[in-house]
């Protein structure tokens, strides 16, 4: 496994089985708003996307290879959270203002 970190976009890759070649094909399945994966032809995971994985953690329990994605997460200084733990949301509300007619 390769981990490919971007720290603009706190987004992750994690390579499986090593580069991935341009005349692979995959499937991408979006897991949630924070997760894709990319699977192969024989419908094998070979890329894991996270997103705002230092601010938010990494959701692992669900993937396939959960217990080697905690190791190597854990290696990394990346923080996990579990399926039940809720995120923040902020919120933004705009005021309505009334307008005269005509």
Do not use: C
């Amino acid at each position: 496994m390769k981990l490919i970190y971007d720290s603009k976009a706190d987004s992750v890759a994690v390579l499986v089985h090593g580069e991935i070649g341009p005349d692979d094909t995959a499937d991408v399945r979006h897991l949630d708003v924070d997760r894709i994966v990319r699977y192969d032809e024989d419908d094998r995971p070979i890329e894991y996307q996270f997103f705002n994985a230092r601010r938010l953690g990494v959701r692992l329990d669900d993937l396939m290879h959960h217990a080697e994605l905690t190791d190597f997460f854990r290696e990394a200084g990346f923080p996990e959270r579990g399926w039940s733990e809720p995120i923040r949301v902020t919120a933004v509300r705009r005021r309505r203002r009334d307008v005269a007619a005509g």
